[in-house]
């Protein structure tokens, strides 16, 4: 018999992929190669993640009134992540600066994370039958991997970012 995902231990998965990717970039040096690659691979990751989060389990969240403001400061996260993404490719991978940067974002994602996975996810969860967290799995399964085809990265300077 199959076991039965829910959209929590799902998403947690796609987190502690999320968490070894950024310390394999954290390693790395100016002049490695890897560096881009890796960092490419981490951004087309989280923002197919967030959007497929977004559709799959947010979107549903979002019309439970006591989770409301939960939801919009992940989503609100989210796009700060974005262009924190987007600013780390427009800049120059071997620089200090960037390093810099991507510490800052390294920093501000992990603690986006954990507080989903320790204070949103239980209040969410509380609100919502297996069957709903079975089905919001299977819709972020299904989403994941169209995001994904979608996702770019996208260099754009943090100040040229759109509001």
Not at 77 to 86: I, Q, R, Y
């Amino acid at each position: 018999m199959a076991q039965q995902h829910d959209i929590f231990s799902t998403l947690k998965q796609d987190h502690d992929k999320h968490r070894a990717l950024l310390a394999r970039i954290d390693r790395t040096h100016s002049e490695d190669e890897e560096r881009i690659e890796l960092f490419s691979q981490f951004t087309l990751e989280a923002k197919a993640h967030a959007a497929a989060e977004e559709q799959a389990l947010y979107s549903t969240v979002m019309r439970k009134p006591k989770l409301t403001s939960e939801v919009r400061h992940s989503v609100s996260e989210h796009h700060e992540v974005e262009e924190m993404l987007n600013d780390l490719a427009s800049t120059d991978s071997g620089s200090d600066e960037w390093l810099t940067k991507f510490r800052e974002m390294q920093h501000r994602y992990l603690h986006h994370i954990e507080e989903e996975e320790e204070e949103h996810f239980p209040d969410f969860a509380e609100c919502l039958t297996p069957e709903d967290q079975a089905y919001m799995d299977s819709v972020f399964q299904k989403r994941k991997p169209v995001e994904k085809d979608k996702a770019e990265v996208t260099p754009e300077k943090m100040e040229d970012a759109k509001e």
